[in-house]
């Protein structure tokens, strides 16, 4: 069993994505039903979709869009992790309105706005209505950026987060040491988790099992299995690999540890992260 935290659908015929452009090889529409083909091949049974960064006019239209295919008989699309703007003013009127049903998290990515954003006094007021929400916030950002991401989990300590792709190493320029201090340091926050997504797109063209092994071992030894989710990164992942070669990395990678540490990483924490809040409602 799998649980995919991390997949990016894209219909350019419903919605905009203005980055597109900048990437060509992702530049096309990425399908449901081919993603599910190769899921039900490689044992991934639960899925989140992850925003795509559309234009903001489309935000609620994505989120609509991922409704829709939730409702699609045997789905196993559990949920969005929906675009939001927490420095803007409608913030907190949007969060209000969403149906929590469908979106389970927010991301805001980070690398694609000025580094002040993330320190600003909204943004973390917001992030902290999160955490009162019960609505996890991923953390999208470079590696160079990390030591802003520690101080974005300090001021908000009641609010879950998630670091996408391991902190995004420099793995391609052997950035190595820098990147494992600022996990390291990271990994002392207890309300941050790691998200073990897609890192094959930032190595070297030619990256072997072992090329990313040392990031793997130093992401569970600082966070270890308890704190870890998985992620294809889809269809970002294939910028390198495929999505069947990413899976099957990832259980190389993680095939020294036991199978109940396997399990949290691949599937149970995801469900403790995003729907826990499901049960303590219900028990309430």
């Known amino acids: 069993m799998i649980f995919d935290t991390h997949l990016h659908l894209i219909d350019r015929s419903r919605l905009s994505y203005p980055w597109l452009a900048s990437l ?3 530049d096309r529409d990425w399908d449901f039903d081919a993603y599910l083909a190769t899921a039900a091949r490689v044992g991934i049974t639960d899925v989140l979709h992850m925003e795509v ?11 609509a869009w991922v409704a829709e295919m939730m409702a699609r008989p045997g789905s196993p699309l559990r949920g969005a992790i929906s675009a939001a703007r927490p420095e803007s003013e409608g913030f907190e009127a949007w969060l209000d309105r969403v149906d929590q049903k469908v979106v389970r998290g927010v991301r805001r990515v980070l690398h694609v706005v000025p580094d002040a954003v993330s320190e600003d006094a909204r943004f973390r007021r917001n992030l902290r209505k999160l955490g009162k929400a019960g609505l996890p916030f991923d953390i999208c950002m470079l590696q160079r950026q990390l030591p802003l991401a520690v101080q974005l989990v300090d001021a908000c300590p009641d609010t879950t987060f998630i670091l996408d792709h391991c902190g995004v190493p420099a793995i391609a320029s052997g950035a190595f040491h820098d990147w494992a201090a600022s996990i390291r340091r990271l990994a002392e926050r207890p309300n941050l988790n790691a998200k073990l997504s897609g890192i094959s797109a930032y190595g070297p063209a030619d990256w072997t099992l072992q090329t990313l092994r040392p990031y793997v071992s130093h992401l569970i030894e600082c966070f270890g299995p308890g704190r870890i989710v998985w992620g294809s990164d889809s269809p970002v992942c294939t910028l390198q690999s495929s999505l ?3 899976v099957a990395t990832t259980l190389a990678l993680l095939q020294d ?14 469900r ?9 409602a219900a028990s309430a």
């Open 24 to 26: 060509p090889p992702l």
């Open 53 to 63: 960064d559309v234009a903001e006019a489309d935000i609620d239209r994505e989120t």
């Open 244 to 246: 069947s070669e990413w």
């Open 257 to 270: 540890q036991s199978q109940s540490d396997r399990a949290l990483i691949l599937h149970q924490n995801a």
């Open 272 to 280: 403790r992260i995003w729907f826990d809040a499901d049960k303590r």
